[in-house]
């Protein structure tokens, strides 16, 4: 038997998570959704006690997300086209290079022989398919218009993994040139200005206040530098293990939305998988308050997560959207407007999908101006570094300099 650590939500919607032994996250799974709770996340506890378990955590493949978005757009086609599901399966298995991917189609397929639903099988691999995947191929199902719903997850996803791309283009730069800052401070700090002080010293006289600062930094550097780079890693170690826990993921992911450059583009991103979210799910036929409870768990922000399901309690309690959306206070007044109209003439999923498509345009915008908004605060953080060390430096040289220049004269 294997230990597991899971994460999900009950009949009530709340959240749960536990500890518990299975033969595998697929057996777990199964146990979890028979006792009424929708697994969300099911991670294997490595214990070091277990011969190779490292090994294996590091060999074990994944499947990424461009591999999920090309299963998405595949099964779209072949569905379209009118193959049955075992045998567009079964094509998707043989072409599919990853093993990962393999193994979980083979489960798919399995569990299809079994009996069960394409919506519950895949309910059983909650690590690779999300609950707003699992709960829109389910609607699909009952309404005979599962190519659809593929169709609609495809272009939710490559919106999700362009926007990624991205944000990552967009940051490496600025990431390459923060490292090498970071790396040529430390070096002057351990090397060049210990050789200048050693000449200081020779002078004979006393040092600008700036040189004895960055005089003392190194040597406290120099002396002190095992104790330092533990403190580091123990602090990196420390915010990890915070961030990762519920109050300080949720503190951490309101404070992202305060951000200055970036924390409006974070707002805007969270508030556009929202209300695609709750599109996609309108017009597939979910009801209001069931869309509420999958949508609260894909807006990857776990404060606007705790207004989404505000906003589903407030339904429960028979208020409006607009009400609820209102209350929630994440919204801008144009939004709710158009949540006003889009109750007013029953096309709430038309009305949110203009609303995804005007923060996704917003996001767009965002990601693509943010090196240029990023670089003049990057030029100005090397252009402090350098005066302050050029000055710390250089000032006792100058100085000797007029010194001698006086006493010639």
Do not use: C
């Not at 028979?34 to 490292?54: A, K």
């Not at 999300?130 to 218009?145: A, D, I, M, N, Y």
């Not at 993994?161 to 351990?190: C, D, E, K, M």
């Not at 109050?247 to 707002?267: E, F, N, S």
């Amino acid at each position: 038997m294997r230990r597991f650590r899971y994460r999900g939500r009950n009949k009530r919607g709340e959240s749960v998570s536990g500890l518990q032994e299975a033969t595998s996250p697929d057996s777990l799974a199964s146990h979890l959704l028979n006792t009424g709770i929708v697994p969300i996340t099911i991670d294997e506890e490595f214990s070091q006690s277990r011969r190779g378990g490292l090994e294996q955590l590091l060999r074990r493949d994944r499947v990424t997300d461009e591999e999920i978005l090309l299963f998405t757009r595949q099964m779209y086609s072949m569905l379209k086209a009118g193959i049955p599901i075992m045998r567009a399966l079964a094509g998707l298995q043989q072409s599919g290079g990853n093993g990962r991917l393999a193994t979980v189609i083979q489960s798919l397929r399995d569990n299809l022989e079994a009996g069960r639903e394409l919506s519950q099988a895949m309910r059983l691999q909650p690590d690779v398919f999300s609950t707003l995947f699992v709960s829109l191929v389910q609607v699909g199902e009952l309404t005979g218009r599962l190519d659809e719903v593929f169709l609609r997850l495809f272009h939710y996803m490559e919106f999700e993994h362009r926007t990624r791309r991205q944000i990552s283009a967009a940051l490496r730069y600025p990431s390459f040139v923060l490292v090498g800052v970071l790396i040529a401070i430390a070096t002057v700090n351990v090397f060049v200005i210990p050789a200048f002080a050693r000449v200081y010293k020779g002078f004979h006289t006393e040092l600008p206040l700036l040189t004895r600062v960055l005089i003392g930094v190194s040597e406290f550097s120099v002396s002190h530098g095992p104790l330092l780079v533990a403190a580091l890693a123990t602090l990196i170690v420390g915010v990890g293990l915070y961030l990762r826990s519920a109050p300080g993921r949720y503190r951490w992911h309101r404070l992202k939305l305060r951000l200055p450059i970036v924390g409006d583009m974070v707002l805007k991103a969270s508030l556009a998988r929202f209300a695609r979210g709750l599109s996609i799910t309108l017009q597939s036929g979910v009801p209001v308050l069931q869309g509420m409870s999958v949508v609260g768990q894909i807006v990857d922000n776990d404060y606007i997560a705790q207004r989404v399901e505000q906003m589903r309690l407030g339904i429960e309690r028979a208020e409006s959207v607009l009400q609820t959306a209102a209350t929630a206070g994440v919204f801008t007044p144009a939004v709710l407007q158009m949540i006003a109209v889009g109750e007013e003439t029953g096309d709430l999923d038309g009305l949110m999908a203009e609303v995804a498509d005007l923060y996704e345009r917003e996001v767009d915008y965002g990601v693509e101006t943010l090196g240029a908004r990023i670089e003049p605060l990057l030029i100005m953080v090397l252009s402090l570094v350098v005066l302050v060390l050029a000055l710390g430096v250089f000032l006792p040289i100058w100085d000797l300099g007029r010194v001698a220049m006086g006493k010639g004269g």
